[in-house]
């Protein structure tokens, strides 16, 4: 079957020679039944043959994720960690048909979005992975999947199906938080098929669901918390603000605190997990998982 592609598609690149290749998003990549695989230029190929192609052949990606030191981490293929982690960041999943041919165009839709180095591997056929590093600023940073689903469709027309992970930090497990949000955005998936993003708050109430999986509930909780759960004291504030439904007033005047005091303690918890309490949308799932969790024992 080699010969009878060459035959027909003389462009026809081995894998051999694959680093040659200098525009990899132009090409589809295919592995034959021999085990062998073939790129061919997109522009040789048309419709009809492509979908002929398929019904024989095997699409894959350019099997440059295994280069990725990333990729090659998170996927435990590797226990070297990849160079130069920031000391804050978060996870963008992005997932959709043959994301990786279109690689470097999302690339520099990310970089022209953020506005600062931004990271992106492949973790499969149809999964893209990028590291955004936090901003560094005193501002909270606002993450809309929505928009950036929206701009990717605009400017490289890819349908992708977009997910925010929480505020990650270097100090802790990062592979464990990569496989808890892979899990999560799956499960997302799953619930809303017909919805192309979702944003880290709504990751949330899936905690409990996903109980029963390979994460223990601790490793569970800790995602969600940061870490937070550790710290008494703004485990008790956050949870009485939520009791006052938010109510700044309220809650400095019930716990016997001082406005000021109350607003730094909700801003590090603001910092700290990377979800703005203040805010309903944010704050519901978050106190039904800490009422689920703890009940009335932290008020």
């Known amino acids: 079957m080699h010969n009878d592609i060459i035959s027909l598609f003389p462009e026809a690149v081995p894998q051999e020679h694959w680093k040659e290749i200098t525009q990899p998003e132009h090409h589809l990549y295919y592995r034959l039944p021999d085990g062998t695989q073939m790129a061919l230029p997109i522009q040789s190929v048309s419709t009809r043959e492509k979908q002929l192609l398929e019904t ?4 894959v990606s350019p099997g440059s994720r295994e280069d990725s030191p990333w990729a090659a981490y998170l996927q435990a293929k590797s226990d ?3 160079e130069q ?15 990786y ?3 470097n165009d999302i690339h520099d839709t990310l970089l022209e979005y953020y506005q600062r180095s931004v990271t992106l591997t492949v973790i499969g056929d149809e999964k893209l992975l990028a590291v955004i ?5 005193d501002e909270e940073e606002v993450f809309e999947a929505q928009e950036l689903s929206s701009l990717l469709m605009g400017d490289t027309m890819v349908d ?3 997910y925010y992970g929480r505020k990650v930090y270097r100090s802790e497990n990062i592979r464990l938080i990569y496989q808890q949000e892979q899990e999560m955005f799956s499960f997302l998936q799953e619930q809303q098929p017909s919805r192309r993003s979702f944003a880290p708050f709504e990751a949330l109430p899936c905690i409990h669901m996903i109980e029963n999986t390979r994460f223990s509930k601790k490793e569970l909780l800790h995602y969600a918390l940061s870490g937070l759960e550790q710290d008494e004291e703004l485990m008790h504030t956050l949870y009485t603000f939520f009791l006052e439904n938010l109510n700044s007033s309220a809650t400095a005047k ?16 603001t910092d ?9 949308l944010h704050a519901a799932p978050l106190f039904l998982l800490l009422q689920a969790q703890y009940g009335s024992g932290i008020a």
Do not use: C, M
């Open 56 to 59: 024989v052949l095997t699409p």
């Open 80 to 82: 070297t960690l990849p």
């Open 85 to 99: 982690i920031p000391e804050s960041f978060r996870f963008l999943f992005l997932e959709g048909s043959s994301l």
């Open 101 to 103: 041919r279109w690689k």
């Open 133 to 137: 590093p936090d901003d560094n600023s």
């Open 160 to 162: 992708a199906s977009v």
């Open 254 to 269: 019930r716990l016997h605190l001082h406005r000021n005091t109350l607003k730094y303690r909700l801003d590090k918890v």
């Open 272 to 280: 700290r997990i990377g979800i703005d309490v203040k805010q309903f």
